[in-house]
């Protein structure tokens, strides 16, 4: 049985007293030290002996025990003892870390008469502490008797002071329930981590019972796409609940008789839209906040009182939000097969504000003349683990026609339009997201109306380049997949007045040359 081995350098202190390490320890030694008084937190010698003045912490003192046998749960034909065993000692492994605070029946433990202890184990704070350990024998659960010490460590183990057995073929158990990390995952406080048939796992606490409402901690997931509002089992057993009970929300057409899930959790979701399941939606200026109310009933007939749970979602606005929250989001939207990596969905959104979050709504986008036109686009649904969102050519048109030959190129091959100082292209190739502002312009010659149109590349930047390189001009004849486009519009000024608005035909009053948003060489020298 191997013994701890002490560090060079040990400081006890205490409260009326200040231990002083004399030497390191050496294997199968203890740390000692001297001391003028000493208080619950170490063992020091016999009072009237040469070893009165030295003193050690046990738990940093003492030897392990790593004895699978030595769990109730053995119940092999094979009798041990503890005769021998002398000093102080810690228990660790598949056996169990504590000795059993309950009575043990007869030949457990690899033994005849197991021994357990009478008692609770101590707090930190109380120090090392006399305890009673009982031996089962003959059907007295307490035949033979003896003194130990014990005392917690702050590392959340106990050690035991050991002075043999009354008699042979008794040995010390340890409790398997105490074994750590025997449970996959952390149980939660109204939860135990015990053995129930054959699986280790977490099962509500056997005496746990309450009659305050106000002791349930709802768990809420607030996700992309959907919100989920869960209460553990345990809980609602202790308010009397059983094991089938209704759980809905505002709208019950959301409701439903649910089942336990997994780690004692009873849930409700609804997606993370407005009206749904009767979500409310509130937004101010730096958030989307969905607000709902959970119901909860024993049965179909209610006659006792509804348990009601009032929650809310908050998610930062940003530009998918600002678009999965909008009522009517000017928005064009792409699906995209990629060979062997599935299906994705490219979304594109005219936006008010310089943050993204604020999507024009409606059929028409209309602009004053001194309006900066702010375009998003988002890769909604796919792999953003490995693919960025590249505009390749964004280009405007005075018709909805993406081939009409007339184009004015915001973007082309990647790069922005640099003769056009309005453009200002935020990110592009980098992430899942791409964003430009430009100034609000019209076409002259009669037009009323734009029309904006972006090609879109899915980058696979563990195989690409995705960043775009503009230092230069690039003026190269460009071949645009229209099947990979995007259409946004109509775009039109505040205050036009057009009898086709929707069509995007030229109108009879039309629009002068000189309107200030557009200078003619500019336009020129970026048409196709």
Not at 387 to 397: D, E, G, R, V
Not at 429 to 436: A, I, T, Y
Request: hydrophobic share 35%.
């Amino acid at each position: 049985m191997p013994r701890m081995e002490g560090s060079g350098l040990l400081w006890l202190t205490l409260a009326s007293c200040l231990l002083t390490l004399v030497s390191a320890e050496q294997p199968g030694t203890r740390n000692l030290a001297k001391a003028s008084s000493y208080g619950l937190d170490v063992e020091c010698g016999a009072p009237g002996t040469p070893e009165a003045e030295v003193c050690f912490d046990p738990c940093q003192n003492y030897t392990v025990l790593d004895e699978p046998s030595r769990s109730t749960e053995n119940t092999e034909n094979v009798q041990s003892c503890d005769k021998n065993l002398q000093g102080w000692y810690r228990f660790v492994g598949e056996g169990g870390v504590q000795i059993p605070e309950t009575c043990v029946p007869m030949f457990r433990c690899q033994t005849a008469a197991p021994m357990w202890l009478n008692g609770t184990h101590p707090s930190l704070e109380e120090g090392i502490v006399t305890r009673t350990v009982c031996a089962h024998w003959s059907e007295n659960c307490c035949l033979w008797n003896k003194e130990v010490s014990v005392k917690a460590c702050p590392d959340g183990y106990y050690v035991y002071r050991l002075d043999g057995t009354p008699d042979c073929e008794l040995r010390y158990c340890t409790d398997p329930s105490t074994v750590q990390d025997r449970c996959e995952e952390s149980c939660r406080s109204e939860e135990e981590c015990r053995l129930h048939d054959g699986v280790w796992g977490c099962f509500c606490r056997q005496d746990l019972n309450s009659s305050d409402v106000h002791s349930l901690q709802p768990q809420l997931d607030c996700g992309a796409k959907e919100i989920k509002v869960s209460l553990g089992k345990c809980q609602l057993q202790g308010l009397g609940f059983g094991e089938e009970v209704i759980a809905y929300l505002r709208d019950r057409n959301c409701s439903s008789i649910l089942q336990w899930e997994e780690r004692n959790w009873l849930s409700v979701t609804s997606p993370a839209q407005a009206g749904a399941c009767g979500n409310i939606l509130a937004k101010n200026q730096t958030h989307a906040i969905y607000s709902n109310t959970f119901y909860l009933v024993n049965d179909f007939i209610i006659r006792d009182t509804i348990l009601n749970i009032n929650f809310q979602c908050a998610y930062p606005l940003d530009m998918k939000v600002s678009l999965q929250t909008a009522l009517q989001p000017i928005v064009s939207s792409l699906n995209i097969s990629v060979d062997g990596e599935g299906e994705f969905i490219v979304r594109m959104a005219l936006f008010q504000d310089q943050n993204y979050t604020s999507p024009y709504e409606g059929a028409t986008a209309v602009l004053s003349v001194e309006s900066i036109l702010y375009v998003g686009a988002i890769l909604d649904t796919g792999d953003t683990s490995r693919f960025n969102l590249l505009l390749k050519n964004c280009y405007a048109t005075p018709t909805k026609d993406k081939d009409d030959p007339v184009k004015y190129f915001i973007i082309r091959n990647s790069c922005p339009n640099l003769q056009d100082s309005t453009i200002h292209v935020e990110e592009n190739g980098v992430s899942s997201e791409s964003r430009f502002s430009v100034q609000m312009f019209m076409f002259a010659g009669n037009y009323d109306l734009v029309f904006l149109h972006c090609e879109v590349h899915l980058c696979d930047f563990l195989n690409e380049r995705c960043q775009p390189s503009c230092s230069r001009r690039l003026n190269d004849v460009v071949a645009i997949d229209t099947a990979r486009v995007l259409d946004l519009g109509p775009i039109t000024r505040k205050g036009a007045q057009l009898p086709g608005v929707m069509s995007g035909a030229p109108s009879t009053k039309g629009f002068l040359l000189a309107w200030p948003m557009l200078l003619l060489p500019v336009l020129l020298a970026w048409l196709l």
